[in-house]
Every structure is written in C-alpha cells, then in structure tokens.
C-alpha cells in the first residue's frame, strides 16, 4: 500500500481527480486529495489559468506543501494532474523521502544541483500537447536523468492534455485506460 498526495490541475477539484483516488483506494492504496482552489472549480482553461494566475504559483505552492506536511511521518507518493503534477514534482525533489512521482499531463521546471536519487518518476503526455512541447520535455527529461530520477515517459499520440478527465473536451477513453493501468502498476510496485 502507497500513500499518495494527488494534486489537481488548473481546472480545480474536478469529479475526474476524486474518481482517480478512486481507482487508486480500489488498488488499496490511502489517498489524499486536498483543494488547492479554495472550492473553485472552472470549466475552461482559460478559466483556470485566471485562476491559478490570481492566486500565484507561490501561493499554490504553500498550499501544497500544507496540505503534505501532516502526512510527512510517511514516504509519500507525489501525484498530480497538469499543474498539479507540476506542484507534485517540486514536492517530490523536496522530500528526500520521496516514495516515488506520477505525473499526469504535467511537469515542472527544476533548479540546477537538485538530486533524485534513484526516485522512480513516470510521466503520462499527449503527443504532441500545447502545454508541454517536444523541446521542453526533452530538456526535462535530461534534467531529470542528471539529477539520477528513474524516469519512464509514456507519450500519447493524437489526444489532448488532460486526456484522462471524461467530463474535458481532451478526454479519449482508450488512452485514459492504458494510461491509468500503467500508473496504477507503477504505484503498485513502488
């Protein structure tokens, strides 16, 4: 059993976010999905990105490292959704106790001389997506590997970013259920 902190993406709290804890609490494992936005929950991205600029990366931060630090006695599992996986990436190379990092549609710039040892990380991506091009996901893929992470990209042909939220106009079934049986073995083994 993993215990994992899962972080929404710019859309807010979504159903989508509380049915991936779902499949994860199936699994056996204990989640915890707190609400970075207050209880805002928006229908567009450029809803949620008004929202995620109002409030600041800063802010959104601290709000995600409150919402783990009652958890700290255990070696989480960092897990998020586009800009939640951003945020759960700057947790995860924080906490040197990290268990591991499942990113879903996002990531997250990293500073020079950050070490991972050995944490595994997958990263689930459109292919292409507008919010994480080709150019950058290589270079963090390299920073990643330099910083000596365990990294397994999985890349998605054809979809759009948040490809694993049914109630998005980017959701597509077939990739969401081969993308959520990878993660759920990557925590599975973890």
């Given at each position: 059993m993993a215990r994992i902190l899962l972080l929404h993406s710019m859309y807010g709290l979504r159903p989508a976010v509380h049915q991936a804890a779902d499949r994860f609490r199936a699994a056996g494992h204990d989640v915890h999905v707190p609400d970075l936005?207050?209880?805002?929950?928006v229908d567009t991205a450029e809803e949620g990105i008004a929202i995620k600029e109002e409030i600041g990366r800063d802010t959104l931060l601290k709000r995600a490292v409150a919402a783990a630090a009652p958890l700290s006695g255990e070696r989480l599992v960092y897990a998020g959704f586009s800009l939640g996986a951003a945020l759960a990436q700057n947790l995860a190379l924080a906490d040197e106790r990290s268990r591991?990092?499942?990113?879903?549609?996002?990531?997250?710039?990293?500073?020079?001389?950050?070490?991972?040892?050995?944490?595994?990380?997958?990263?689930?991506?459109?292919?292409?997506?507008?919010?994480?091009?080709?150019?950058?996901?290589?270079?963090?893929?390299?920073?990643?590997?330099?910083?000596?992470?365990?990294?397994?990209?999985?890349?998605?042909?054809?979809v759009g970013h948040l490809f694993t939220d049914p109630d998005l106009p980017d959701y597509n079934a077939e990739a969401a259920e081969r993308a959520w049986a990878v993660a759920l073995d990557f925590v599975a083994d973890l």
């Open positions: 936005y207050g209880g805002r929950v591991g990092l499942l990113l879903m549609h996002g990531t997250s710039d990293m500073a020079d001389g950050v070490s991972a040892d050995d944490l595994p990380v997958q990263l689930h991506v459109a292919d292409p997506d507008t919010y994480e091009p080709v150019d950058w996901l290589n270079a963090w893929y390299l920073r990643m590997r330099r910083a000596r992470a365990d990294v397994e990209v999985f890349r998605y042909p054809g």
